[in-house]
């Protein structure tokens, strides 16, 4: 189980969250099974919740590449700077600089690095958002459903990877 500390304002909480537990076929999972439409809407809700998750995180790889680029070009040009001006006795222009930082094969690697992270926040923010569509449709189709509609078998068993657990016994059980 994962677990995440907030704080908001002057409150903390600790949330907790089960992970995805097998390899999970996105494809499938974003599309509505019509033969099962109870068990995707009692259980659609915890997997928008999962990539939102998900998404955040890669936001989170995102904004910390970048700053670590933006710390590390700025140290590359200030001492490149210093080196260019040593060899021509000149201050090197904000081109000559900037060709330097570029030409740096650390500098090189953190990019792509950074450029790979964005994609893979990219993938995420469309998996999150095909799921927000999935489960606003199931919110229509709910309106739908009927009282006696939802069979003992969707209440309990496993469904989008959650896994469903009768609690307490119902009245007449």
């Known amino acids: 189980m994962d677990k995440k500390v907030i704080t908001i304002g002057s409150q903390t909480y600790v949330l907790k969250f089960d992970e995805f537990d097998e390899d999970v076929d996105v494809d499938s999972l974003l599309k509505i099974d019509y033969s099962n439409l109870i068990g995707e809407m009692i259980t659609f809700p915890v997997i928008v919740n999962r990539f939102g998750q998900l998404l955040a995180e890669a936001e989170n790889q995102v904004a910390l590449a970048k700053l670590n680029l933006e710390v590390t070009e700025a140290k590359l040009k200030e001492s490149l700077r210093i080196k260019l001006a040593d060899r021509n006795g000149k201050a090197p222009s904000v081109d000559a600089v900037n060709t330097a930082v570029l030409l740096e094969k650390g500098y090189q690697a953190m990019r792509r690095s950074y450029l790979e992270k964005q994609k893979t926040r990219d993938y995420m923010n469309s998996i999150f958002w ?44």
């Open 130 to 173: 095909s799921a927000k569509d999935k489960s606003e449709k199931l919110d229509k189709l709910s309106l739908t459903v009927q009282q006696g509609d939802i069979s003992d078998s969707v209440i309990e068993g496993r469904v989008n990877n959650v896994l469903i657990k009768r609690t307490k016994k119902l009245i007449g059980d």
